[in-house]
């Protein structure tokens, strides 16, 4: 549209990620249904927080409370779905925050579109790797049951796919590790990269 123009502004994305001393990145969690997205995001947001760094968590279900809530399930909605937060992440890493996303987006291609709009280096994609039959086990919601008895049309894992991603940055397998175990994998991929400042560390009291 010719009336609608971007416009840029005074303060850059460099300026605001010197003031909080990291880089604007999207951690994006995808994995099935109960496979601990949203626990270890959630976890990696405390241990950020805790050491200084801004950070924020956009999950799935919190998402469709709100912004979201207009969309279903089918194969269309989904893509719209993973659109509109990947547009939505992408305004928080160019705050100089660290967004960190909580979806199953089950298409690759839709991840890999958000891949592109963050560009190089700034969209990590996070493999929550967990066995169908342990996420069945866990099924916190119920979901799985529901899904099994016909209750919940199109539902990823049972009635509609999930593409895993060939070649994250991160892949966590949550049947093994901890969620600490897994949180921590985050950070230091975050601190390896000099995406975040290393931890400082407590300089022990001197011997009198």
């Given at each position: 549209m010719k009336q609608v123009v971007w416009h840029s502004h005074k303060v850059t994305r460099e300026q605001r990620e010197e003031l909080l001393g990291q880089r604007g990145v999207v951690l994006w969690f995808t994995g099935l249904p109960g496979s601990g997205k949203s626990t270890v995001a959630n976890e990696v947001a405390h241990i950020l927080h805790e050491r200084g760094?801004?950070?924020?968590?956009?999950?799935?279900?919190?998402?469709?409370?709100?912004?979201?809530?207009?969309?279903?399930?089918?194969?269309?909605?989904?893509?719209?779905?993973?659109?509109?937060?990947?547009?939505?992440?992408?305004?928080?890493?160019?705050?100089?925050?660290?967004?960190?996303?909580?979806?199953?987006?089950?298409?690759?291609?839709?991840?890999?579109?958000?891949?592109?709009?963050?560009?190089?280096g700034?969209?990590?994609?996070?493999?929550?790797?967990?066995?169908?039959?342990?996420?069945?086990?866990?099924?916190p919601k119920g979901m799985y049951a529901r899904a099994r008895r016909g209750e919940i049309p199109e539902f990823t894992g049972i009635s509609a796919p999930y593409e895993p991603p060939k070649a994250p940055e991160i892949e966590l397998r949550t049947d093994l590790m901890s969620v600490e175990e897994c949180a921590r994998?985050?950070?230091?991929?975050?601190?390896?990269?000099?995406?975040?400042?290393?931890?400082?560390?407590?300089a022990l009291p001197q011997e009198a």
């Open positions: 760094n801004l950070a924020y968590v956009l999950d799935g279900d919190n998402i469709r409370h709100g912004l979201n809530r207009d969309l279903g399930f089918s194969p269309e909605d989904r893509e719209e779905n993973i659109r509109r937060i990947g547009e939505v992440a992408n305004l928080f890493a160019d705050a100089g925050i660290i967004a960190i996303t909580a979806f199953i987006s089950p298409y690759r291609r839709d991840r890999d579109r958000v891949r592109k709009l963050l560009g190089e700034r969209f990590i994609e996070v493999y929550v790797n967990c066995p169908l039959e342990v996420c069945q086990r866990r099924d994998t985050v950070v230091e991929y975050l601190e390896g990269r000099d995406l975040i400042r290393k931890e400082r560390r407590r």
